[in-house]
């Protein structure tokens, strides 16, 4: 079992929908989560972290984490043809060994 | 100018060659790593950094070698390139006291036939 699960997509969305973007993880040892944007031909740029369970809002974009189910979400409000890339989920353990790992990312189109 | 850069952007090569694939940042920043993206399988670590004189295998170190040679320098190598090895690499860097954002390089696209 991979310790971060992700659907790869693709994910289609007209103009102005609400797109919801989630990843699973098995180690209840992941402090930090992130979310990382990668358009094609680019390195991925990170959008959004969060430490704690519970939402994050940066404009149209909002992270959830639920620590207990292991789960966490990014949501796009109002999403734009701009908003088309993949989307990676990050997580970090920090206490014993170090790791920074990605989820395998969700390629997402919103279509004009 | 781009913060962390990486040369040479493509690469087509044969197996058994030897390959560098170079990494530079004018970010000023300590820790630097090496990844991989493959279709299906994301970003895998190959080796990281966390000063000069600090190399750490990632998740997928055989058949890579890397160097420290400054701060602001990291390079990996494959030593005898094979067809598996044909993927996107990133560099990435990130600041030591709060290394929880990575700055992620252009990409080399490596092909090995």
């Known amino acids: 079992q991979k310790e971060v699960e992700q659907d790869p997509g693709p994910l289609s969305v007209p103009e102005g929908a609400i797109v919801s973007l989630n990843c699973t993880y098995s180690?209840?040892?992941?402090?930090?989560f992130m979310w990382y944007r990668q358009y094609s031909r680019k390195g991925p740029e990170l959008l959004m972290y969060?430490?704690?369970?519970g939402n994050k809002e940066d404009g149209r974009f909002t992270a959830q984490v639920d620590k207990s189910s292991k789960y966490i979400s990014l949501f796009i409000r109002d999403s734009q043809p701009s908003d088309s890339a993949t989307y990676l989920c990050?997580?970090?353990?920090?206490?014993?060994?170090?790791?920074?790992?990605f989820g395998t990312g969700t390629r997402l189109k919103v279509l004009a | 100018d781009a913060d962390v850069t990486q040369t040479p952007r493509n690469r087509i090569t044969k197996t058994g060659k030897r390959i560098m694939l170079e990494c530079s940042q004018t970010?000023?920043?300590?820790?630097m790593y090496w990844y991989r993206q493959d279709p299906g399988l994301g970003l895998r670590l190959i080796y990281y950094?966390?000063?000069?004189?600090?190399?750490n295998k990632g998740e997928i170190s055989d058949g890579y070698s890397v160097s420290r040679q400054a701060q602001a320098k990291f390079s990996l190598s494959l030593e005898s390139a094979i067809p598996n090895q044909t993927a996107l690499y990133f560099c990435?860097?990130?600041?030591?006291?709060?290394?929880?954002?990575?700055?992620f390089g252009p990409g080399t696209r490596l092909t090995v036939l």
């Open positions: 990435a860097t990130s600041d030591a006291h709060w290394s929880n954002e990575q700055f």
């Open positions: 180690n209840s040892a992941f402090q930090y």
């Open positions: 969060t430490y704690s369970s």
């Open positions: 990050a997580m970090i353990r920090t206490s014993g060994t170090y790791k920074y790992i």
């Open positions: 970010k000023g920043h300590d820790r």
């Open positions: 950094s966390f000063d000069v004189k600090d190399i």
